[in-house]
């Protein structure tokens, strides 16, 4: 079998256009068989990042936040958007003490993802910091409304599993540390991420 094809693009325009927050752009596309879809709508969202922060106990650092396009709360990982400029690394260091009042420790980038590539264009940016202390109080915008939960590893995976976790791109970074992880006697031993 052949490796799949681009798409042609035969028109474009935007529909909405509410930067840098997001824009939909509705697309006129050939598929390489000569099937046209005359209206496949693209949403051009700014890069995310997200930070999966461990303490020195390897307590995960967690939020709970109200989340209106579901109507429900749920735990995640300390996330944002960039400001104009900004380099990832620090606003993943901003986002997280911002939200959580947490910092400090090692950082690296560790994986990138998609939440859905076949309609957004772009990418989450995850990553993990190792050794966080609590340094400062949260200063949270106005629009946010968040609770800061620091938990034990078994108890983020007992939540993982009960779909408490519900945010694809939080639960993918949080599945690929347990899978990195093995667990001894009861308890996660310690690993190098890749």
Request: glycine share 6%; with cysteine; proline share 5%.
């Amino acid at each position: 079998m052949s490796e799949p094809q681009k798409w042609q693009v035969l028109e474009s325009h935007y529909v909405l256009d509410r930067q840098p927050y997001m824009t939909l752009r509705e697309d006129k596309v050939a598929l390489p068989n000569g099937a046209i879809i005359e209206d496949y709508f693209v949403f051009e969202y700014p890069s995310w990042v997200i930070v999966l922060a461990l303490t020195p106990a390897r307590e995960v650092v967690l939020i709970r936040q109200y989340r209106h396009g579901i109507g429900a709360v749920f735990f995640e990982l300390a996330a944002g958007v960039p400001d104009a400029g900004e380099n990832l690394l620090d606003c993943a260091q901003r986002e997280l003490l911002e939200e959580t009042g947490y910092g400090g420790g090692e950082w690296q980038l560790w994986m990138e993802a998609s939440a859905n590539p076949a309609t957004h264009t772009n990418t989450g940016y995850i990553f993990l910091a190792r050794g966080v202390q609590q340094i400062a109080e949260q200063t949270l915008d106005v629009t946010e409304e968040i609770a800061v939960q620091v938990l034990p590893e078994l108890e983020v995976l007992r939540l993982l599993r009960n779909n408490q976790i519900f945010q694809a791109l939080h639960a993918a970074a949080l599945w690929r540390y347990f899978a990195e992880c093995t667990l001894q006697d009861g308890s996660l031993q310690t690993f190098e991420p890749i």
